[in-house]
């Protein structure tokens, strides 16, 4: 790896569109290997690094845990990993964001509801809303 395609932790958290607190926190859980320090000490990330921020950065925008990610990074390099893995795991991740879809159609509904009980006027005491929280379900 030759000078310029070495980067700080600094520069590797800019291009990769995330802070330096990010990065120790990738180093720290695993998500990127330990890097070679260079004379004076300073941690050096190379080209592969900072596409494996970016592969994080962008697996997390889609809903993927660190764990998940973790999962996915590992297919990378398994010899006997097929897409089929990771199509498997893709369906997983929209079967668990339909569930979430569900779940918040349902709070809204409720909330909704809720809110049509309420006139807003008045005290807050005795609100239909904040009685709603202390009923039994």
Known sequence: ???RDQLTRGELARQGGVNIET???YERRGLLP????SQSGYRLFSKDDLRR???IKRAQELGFSLKEIQELLALRVEPQSTRA???QRAEAKIANIDEKIRQLRAMKKSLQ????SCSGIG???GCPILESFEDDI
């Not at 330990?34 to 320090?37: A, G, I, T």
């Not at 509801?113 to 049509?116: E, G, K």
């Open 53 to 55: 921020v970016r592969f």
């Open 123 to 125: 005290p807050a005491c």
């Open 34 to 37: 330990e890097p070679p320090r």
């Open 23 to 25: 990065v120790r926190y």
């Open 85 to 87: 893995d990771v199509r």
């Open 1 to 3: 790896m030759n000078g």
């Open 113 to 116: 509801r809720l809110t049509a």
